[in-house]
Nanobody, 113 residues
Framework: QVQLVESGGGLVQAGGSLRLSCAAF????????MGWFRQAPGKEREFVAD????????SYADSVKGRFTISRDNAKNTAYLQMNSLEAEDTAVYCC??????WGQGTQVAVSS
């Protein structure tokens, strides 16, 4: 069974940046779509971004387009989410997904306005 370990979350001021990492253990991610979801307090989990196995295709939620960039390094079995121009509305627990299923505990991102 795969284990995904997220890191890189924290507290940042509005307008700042964070880079989330997702390290995979127990399975190579090289043939799978990887993605990120988030869940804010009192809200449903929502899709943020995903990237196909080769990195040639990405998709983003409208709310993060132009601010977030998803990438991957299959040699390191790791996916990333670069988040720029952060807004208070981005505050949430972010989880890494393999084929749209979150396998880790998530990492907290808090943006102060």
């Amino acid at each position: 069974q795969v284990q995904l370990v997220e890191s890189g979350g924290g507290l940042v001021q509005a307008g700042g940046s964070l880079r989330l990492s997702c390290a995979a253990f127990g399975r190579t991610i090289s043939i799978y779509t990887m993605g990120w979801f988030r869940q804010a307090p009192g809200k449903e989990r929502e899709f943020v971004a995903d990237i196909n196995w080769s990195g040639s295709r990405t998709s983003y939620a409208d709310s993060v387009k132009g601010r977030f960039t998803i990438s991957r390094d299959n040699a390191k079995n790791t996916a990333y989410l670069q988040m720029n121009s952060l807004e208070a509305e981005d505050t949430a627990v972010y989880c890494c997904a393999l084929e749209r299923v979150c396998w880790g505990q998530g990492t907290q991102v808090a943006v102060s306005s």
